[in-house]
């Protein structure tokens, strides 16, 4: 029983080690779209004034759902493209990984959405949107950061500098640092930063590195 326990678990680590490539290069397709749908998502918001405690947890729960739609849209052409199985072993690692602490971030951001006090209140200038996104973010980045001992090892990097990047703000913002911006402003400057030019800039990177390692 043993054996065969270990066994597999040596399959999937080197299955995972012939696929680093593969997954590398859906990464940068991966991570630009969700970029650009970040950045996207932030100016609408902004421009549209999505200010309500409740429409700014729908909305940006519903950006998070075509995300994760996307990315798996995204994936699964790359592995066709490679003739991979999907949904294989080592895809089920990744999202055993990714998934508690996305779990605990869309069970945040419910209370909010349904009108509770949820993270310091539901009024319309109350701390929950301080708040909110820099949890999203610091879960999020967590999730990279498990996802990343089955990825590549710029992933936990990532997952890592969005860790300290929630951190610092929310230790800014306890100090009383971004007092005089609104929050709704606040959170969709920090989740347009965060989910759309952070990942672009990494997805951008991705490519790059790539293309030049083909190249060589």
Known sequence: ???????????????LMERSAVYRRALAPVMTANGVLGAVAAGVGLAARIRAPRAFAGYWMAVALAAVAGSFL????QALKEAEPFWSPPTRRVAQALLPPLFCGLALGLPLFAGQEGLGGAAAAGPGLFWLPLVWI?????????AGFFMPRGMKLFGWALVLA??????????????????WRFGHAVMGLVFGLAHLAYGVYLYFTERRGNEA
Do not use: D, K
């Open 74 to 77: 995204l994936a699964r052409r």
């Open 138 to 146: 610091a879960l999020y980045g967590c999730s990279l950061h498990a």
């Open 1 to 15: 029983m043993e054996s065969n326990w270990a066994s597999g678990h040596l399959q999937v680590i080197r299955t």
């Open 166 to 183: 929630s951190g610092i703000l929310g230790a800014l913002r306890a100090l009383g640092a971004f007092a005089w911006v609104e929050p």
